[in-house]
């Protein structure tokens, strides 16, 4: 049953569902909606912004469930395929996530925690969470590669040529938006992507 997007919660379908349990999260559903929700209904916000966090929710949605032992085997399996992830020898490298305006990921981020497993240095880490940039300030900022995500916004092969004019020293990558921020049973398959899809 659909229910409505994340900051456009239908009211009445959750009441119709009567759920026993909410799963809500604190950067996606709007406070508001959070609130009234939890007048009828016990609601678990999660917020994560790093690895571990996302990990730990894993074992805590497992808890509340009755799935511990399920969720625990999970957890476990994704700290060990982190043992696996390539490293990228401090390449200075933008994300970005939007185009008009061009916005970023900076820091406290989950994406920035991904970015900092894989060894990269983010060059907006010090602008704010999402923070809106020009080309020419990447190029100032001495980035060495720009990864443009496929989500929220669709980059395409057609960005890379723009982004490159402005950036000609710079590396240009489209990469899978789903597998930098989309954490949970996805995280298994972040090695292989990064292992297959970043290298090179």
């Not at 009445?12 to 009828?40: M, S, Y």
């Not at 916000?45 to 690895?51: A, F, G, M, N, Y």
């Not at 057609?158 to 950036?167: K, S, Y």
């Amino acid at each position: 049953t659909r229910i409505g997007g994340t900051k456009q919660v239908k009211h009445e379908a959750v009441e119709a569902l009567q759920p026993d349990l909410i799963i809500a999260n604190k950067e996606e559903n709007t406070p508001e909606d959070v609130e009234r929700l939890a007048q009828h209904y016990p609601v678990w916000v999660s917020d994560v912004r790093t690895l571990p966090q996302a990990i730990q929710m894993i074992r805590d949605v497992g808890a509340l469930v009755a799935a511990g032992q399920q969720a625990e085997q999970l957890a476990i399996a994704i700290e060990r395929s982190l043992q696996t992830w390539p490293k990228f020898d401090a390449q200075r490298v933008a994300y970005l996530i939007w185009r008009r305006p061009w916005m970023g990921v900076g820091a406290d981020t989950f994406i920035d925690s991904v970015l900092e497993r894989l060894g990269v240095v983010n060059v907006l880490a010090g602008k704010g969470r999402y923070p809106k940039v020009t080309l020419q300030e990447l190029a100032e900022r001495h980035t060495d590669e720009v990864w443009l995500s496929s989500e929220p916004f669709p980059f395409k092969e057609q960005h890379i040529d723009e982004i490159t004019e402005a950036l000609p020293d710079s590396k240009v990558r489209l990469v899978d938006g789903e597998l930098f921020s989309w954490y949970g049973s996805r995280m298994l398959r972040m090695a292989n992507y990064f292992q297959q899809g970043l290298e090179g």
